[in-house]
Antibody, heavy 118, light 108 residues
Framework: QVQLVESGGGVVQPGRSLRLSCAAS????????MHWVRQAPGKGLEWVAV????????YYADSVKGRFSISRDSSRNTLFLQMNSLRPDDTAVYYC???????????WGRGTLVTVSS | ETVMTQSPASLSVSPGERATLSCRAS??????LAWYQQRPGQAPRLLIY???SRATGVPARFSGSGSGTEFTLTISSLQSEDFAVYYC??????????FGQGTRLEIK
């Protein structure tokens, strides 16, 4: 079954860290760039980060640059997002998404909720 | 950064009627434009890519048009499952890729 399943969300205090995972199945994970996109409660979609199919390139939104780090383990078909120095405005549902080659997305996970609050 | 602006913010349409949603880019994105549907509590779903190509499994009542800076998503004969939020996204000018703020399609 072709799917992405995120995990690792939860409630965390400002300034702390959290690591999200996204398990991929049903497609050749190592052939595709992978992205994280987030959605704050009641708001629209915001692109967060991308990692190339082979892990050699990474790009980040300015809002998370220097705090978040994207990585992948193709031996485990898993995408990660390490989030450090979390702020209340990082509160959102975080989706992992598979790109098609161009940077649009034909497969999304169901998302994992991250709440940053004291 | 290319800013995407969708209009209207919300739209009320009766089932069976046609809905027309607009998306404008702050600079040309050629045809590098995708549309997504997001139902409540669900992840986004790809509807249209390349401004006018339907994704796999998307019903023919969904159509996209436009190029450059002006784009339209048309849903002919609205079904109950079509009432959702729709987002456009450009993918020519990256990083970052950018989304519109969304159009909420509501039942009239």
């Amino acid at each position: 079954q072709v799917q992405l399943v995120e995990s690792g969300g939860g409630v965390v205090q400002p300034g702390r860290s959290l690591r999200l995972s996204c398990a991929a199945s049903g497609f050749t994970f190592s052939s595709y760039g992978m992205h994280w996109v987030r959605q704050a409660p009641g708001k629209g979609l915001e692109w967060v980060a991308v990692i190339s199919f082979d892990g050699s390139h990474e790009y980040y939104a300015d809002s998370v640059k220097g705090r978040f780090s994207i990585s992948r383990d193709s031996s485990r078909n898993t995408l990660f997002l390490q989030m450090n120095s979390l702020r209340p405005d990082d509160t959102a549902v975080y989706y992992c998404a598979k790109e098609v080659g161009d940077w649009y997305f034909d497969l999304w996970g169901r998302g994992t909720l991250v709440t940053v609050s004291s | 950064e290319t800013v995407m602006t969708q209009s209207p913010a919300s739209l009320s349409v009766s089932p069976g009627e046609r809905a027309t949603l607009s998306c404008r880019a702050s600079e040309s994105v050629n045809s590098n434009l995708a549309w997504y549907q997001q139902r409540p509590g669900q992840a986004p779903r790809l509807l249209i890519y390349g401004a006018s190509s339907r994704a796999t499994g998307v019903p023919a009542r969904f159509s996209g048009s436009g190029s450059g800076t002006e784009f339209t998503l048309t849903i002919s004969s609205l079904q109950s499952e079509d009432f959702a939020v729709y987002y456009c996204q450009q993918y020519i000018d990256w990083p970052p890729i950018t989304f519109g703020q969304g159009t909420r399609l509501e039942i009239k």
